[in-house]
């Protein structure tokens, strides 16, 4: 682990050629590696910043296969801690999709309904370099989905079926509270 203190990274945004990029893997010779480490505590900490829940090395100018992310749990679902996958594949469990809405933080302020697989199968590494493989499914699916196709040069506007719904998030946020207020 580093020893220093984490460092927050700047996020690029759309428009910046590394976004559209394919990501080169994560070399054998940096797994485990106190520079992987401090990569991956700085991702994590620039992720938090940032108010995101997932962050993809791509979107802090580093062209490689890893990113970090969380899950906030709810009654259906237990919380995911701050997770770092390094290299990682994915597979879909099954051909059902769901619709949900997505925002990235290398496109500020825009919200889209995009579908994603509802269940997938992940085979990865950890910063250590141990494999692991996992099931995900709901939000879980769908952030991981998200972050790995940052890996591949992909962003959220690229799988939305229909532009009618990207909206800003201050609208729909403005929208909710007035439906909200008329439900009362």
């Known amino acids: 682990m580093p020893d220093s203190e984490p460092q927050l990274l700047p996020v690029i945004r759309l428009g910046n050629p590394i976004l559209r990029t394919l990501s080169e893997?994560?070399?054998?010779?940096?797994?485990?590696?106190?520079?992987?480490?401090?990569?991956?505590?700085?991702?994590?900490?620039?992720?938090?910043?940032?108010?995101?829940?997932?962050?993809?090395?791509?979107?802090?100018?580093?062209?490689?296969?890893?990113?970090?992310?969380?899950?906030?749990?709810?009654?259906?679902?237990?919380?995911?801690?701050?997770?770092?996958?390094?290299?990682?594949?994915?597979?879909?469990?099954?051909?059902?999709?769901e619709e949900g809405w997505e925002g990235c933080l290398s496109i500020p302020g825009l919200r889209g309904s995009v579908p994603r697989f509802s269940r997938i199968k992940v085979k990865t590494r950890t910063v250590e370099g141990a494999s692991i493989s996992f099931t995900a499914d709901g939000f879980h699916a769908r952030v991981i989905q998200h972050e790995l196709d940052h890996l591949d040069g992909i962003v959220f506007l690229d799988r939305m079926t229909s532009m009618r719904s990207l909206a800003f998030e201050e609208e729909l946020m403005r929208l909710v509270s007035e439906s909200e207020d008329e439900a009362e």
């Open 25 to 97: 893997d994560v070399p054998q010779s940096l797994l485990g590696s106190g520079e992987l480490f401090s990569m991956a505590d700085n991702l994590i900490h620039t992720m938090f910043k940032e108010e995101g829940v997932g962050l993809a090395a791509p979107q802090v100018a580093e062209s490689l296969r890893f990113f970090a992310y969380w899950v906030p749990g709810d009654e259906d679902h237990p919380g995911i801690d701050p997770t770092v996958l390094v290299n990682p594949e994915i597979r879909p469990v099954g051909d059902t999709t």
